[in-house]
């Protein structure tokens, strides 16, 4: 069962497939529209093209992709099998959550909220200082988020992450020079998450290693 289905940037629409039910989505996906030509690899997903002019494209998460000598929907499923433990970093202004997961479970997390003062309308040097003083604040946000990030990816290091929320500001965070030894692990992004709570990582983790579908319509 695919779910969160949404539109698609250019058109079309976006689900999300849990692994186990990938294989199952492909074949009702191939059966609905008149059948399809072999999948293949494009830029680290997998295209199906459908019979009736169809495409479903697998966006294959913490690339890259290697074949080895499978089939590529063969090959998607062996990366997502072999994907060990997960670094989860989740920040927005107000808050941040950090956390090792691994099979879609939390191993371990720390969550921390944090004050930084909304943007303003206001112009002149009211606005500077205003600006300056929120800069300050989020630098002390991200430094606490590195802080815990560190000591929590030290007891196991990940092997891939999964970052969410606001990708400048986690950007950020991931410049503390703690952090730097991870910049190179496989990496995914998503923006659609709230302000980072306990339950909001657990639902990050559960979707951890989900697929997600671009499908597009003839024309």
């Known amino acids: 069962m695919a779910t969160r289905s949404r539109p698609a940037p250019g058109g079309g629409r976006m689900v999300d497939v849990?692994?186990?039910?990938?294989?199952?989505?492909v074949n009702r996906f191939v059966a609905g529209h008149a059948g399809a030509t072999e999948p293949r690899v494009v830029d680290d997903g997998v295209l199906i093209r459908a019979g009736d002019g169809s495409t479903a494209s697998?966006?294959?998460p913490y690339p890259p992709l290697r074949l080895a000598g499978m089939e590529p929907l063969e090959a998607v499923l062996a990366h997502l099998e072999g994907i060990g433990t997960i670094g989860l970093l989740l920040f927005r202004a107000g808050a941040h959550s950090?956390?090792?997961c691994?099979?879609?479970?939390?191993l371990a997390s720390s969550t921390d909220r944090?004050?930084?003062q909304g943007r303003t309308a206001a112009g002149g040097w009211s606005q500077q200082r205003y600006?300056?003083?929120r800069g300050n604040q989020l630098s002390a946000?991200?430094?606490e988020a590195a802080s815990d990030a560190a000591r929590v990816w030290s007891t196991v290091t990940p092997d891939v992450l999964l970052l969410a929320g606001d990708r400048k500001a986690i950007n950020g965070v991931l410049e503390d020079p703690r952090l730097t030894r991870f910049l190179d692990l496989p990496t995914r992004a998503i923006g659609d998450v709230p302000e980072p709570r306990r339950s909001v990582l657990d639902d990050v983790a559960a979707r951890s290693l989900d697929?997600?579908?671009v499908i597009r319509d003839p024309g």
């Open 18 to 25: 849990a692994p186990d039910r990938l294989t199952g989505w």
């Open 58 to 60: 697998i966006e294959v």
């Open 98 to 100: 950090v956390g090792l």
């Open 102 to 106: 691994k099979d879609r479970t939390v």
């Open 114 to 116: 944090h004050y930084v």
């Open 131 to 133: 600006a300056r003083r």
């Open 141 to 143: 946000a991200q430094q």
């Open 211 to 213: 697929v997600t579908v």
